[in-house]
């Protein structure tokens, strides 16, 4: 539901007109132009409020009626005057739904034989949470989210770094995967072999999953401290890691574990995809085969459009008046360049994410570490919207 606006009106004669200023937010319902005449109209005469940066320039135009085809069609269907404005010379125009776009000088002049200047009105507004500020925010939040999810990453490293690896082509009739120990071990011990889902792959006790029976073999004499298991028919889906564990069958304790990671490399039907995201310069490359089948590299080119060939696009991307995606890259920037600045004006166009996320997060940073002399007060006047 939006609200009315709370508008503010400084007013300054001049010898020939009167030129106000006006603010309003872009939530408001409406705003209103304010224009009165001080002298009795004796015949008809015509009343026009105009933008001399719009092409065409007229916002309203009003004789007997308003003439709705000869308004520039960023108003139609947004602006009204009094249906008694000419007999009680209030010429005061309303303007519905006031955005961005909206911003710029108004003139109100009438015309008989000439066209006499009544007020000259310049109109601000103000957006209450502007729309490149949601998107900083939610970079801010993946930006966030990617530290968070490095951390971890770096934190477990020596976990994942420790896994032993056993890779293979496709088509082989089994593979191995290794666990030797020297550890002397209890007789009569738990082994069990299990995927990364838990599902059981092989096991001297308990059942084995449907997808592995006939598949596994392990051997007999456990006593020596071999556990390796061999996989039959191994395919690409069957790349995962594999967890070795030897329990003591009286208490369930753990004696030993070990963690292989099994790759299956992919047949003819799988491809490579890379993606290169920069703060200037973006692209992408894939492989749809195997170099042996006579597969090669597939580099995306740019700018074919513009007469180029480039490897590499712009990181810029381009959004209607209601924020859905148009254009990335090349054809953002120049679908953007193109247009008037009143179309211009409906349109969200970002570049240089990574500089503007850095500068966001330094400011976060700086308002962090000044919160231990009092609480921080974030509002839209504060460093991080300003700049």
């Not at 007229?58 to 308004?71: S, Y």
């Not at 072999?193 to 006790?205: I, K, L, P």
């Not at 003819?268 to 089948?293: K, Q």
């Amino acid at each position: 539901m939006k609200l009315f606006a709370v508008v503010v009106f400084l007013l300054y004669a001049s010898q020939d007109s009167l030129t106000v200023k006006v603010e309003v937010y872009d939530w408001a319902q409406s705003v209103v132009l304010p224009c009165q005449y001080d002298q009795v109209l004796e015949e008809l005469v015509t009343v026009k409020w105009s933008r001399l940066d719009l092409n065409p320039n007229i916002v309203h135009l009003r004789r007997e009626g308003d003439d709705e085809l000869a308004q520039n069609q960023l108003f139609r269907g947004r602006t009204s005057m009094r249906p008694d404005a000419l007999d009680s010379r209030d010429f005061s125009l309303t303007l519905r739904e006031p955005q961005p776009s909206d911003i710029g000088n108004y003139v109100c002049s009438i015309i008989d034989e000439e066209e006499e200047i009544l007020s000259d009105v310049q109109l601000q507004v103000r957006e209450i949470f502007p729309v490149w500020a949601k998107v900083l925010l939610v970079l801010l939040v993946l930006l966030v989210l990617l530290a968070v999810s490095g951390g971890l990453l770096f934190h477990f490293r020596h976990y994942f770094m420790s896994v032993y690896k056993v890779e293979v082509d496709p088509g082989v009739e089994s593979v191995l995967l290794p666990f030797k120990t020297t550890v002397r071990l209890p007789e009569g011990v738990i082994v069990t072999w299990r995927n990364s889902s838990g599902r059981m792959v092989h096991s001297n006790d308990r059942d084995q999953h449907r997808l592995y029976r006939n598949r596994t073999k392990m051997k007999e004499k456990l006593k020596s401290g071999d556990f390796s298991l061999t996989l039959k028919n191994p395919t690409d889906r069957d790349t995962d890691i594999y967890t070795c564990t030897v329990y003591k069958r009286s208490s369930d304790e753990i004696l030993t574990e070990k963690q292989v990671l099994l790759n299956v490399k992919a047949g003819a039907d799988s491809f490579i995809i890379a993606i290169d995201f920069g703060s200037g310069y973006s692209g992408y490359a894939f492989n749809v085969r195997p170099r042996e089948e006579g597969g090669g590299t597939q580099l995306k080119r740019w700018g074919e459009e513009l007469g180029l060939d480039s490897p590499k696009t712009p990181t810029c991307i381009l959004f209607d008046e209601d924020e859905e995606f148009l254009k990335f890259g090349y054809e953002a920037k120049t679908a953007y360049n193109k247009m008037r600045r009143e179309e211009a004006w409906k349109h969200y166009f970002y570049e240089d994410f990574k500089r503007i996320l850095r500068l966001l997060v330094s400011k976060v940073k700086i308002i962090r570490s000044s919160s231990s002399l009092g609480p921080a007060v974030t509002s839209m006047n504060s460093p991080v919207f300003s700049g």
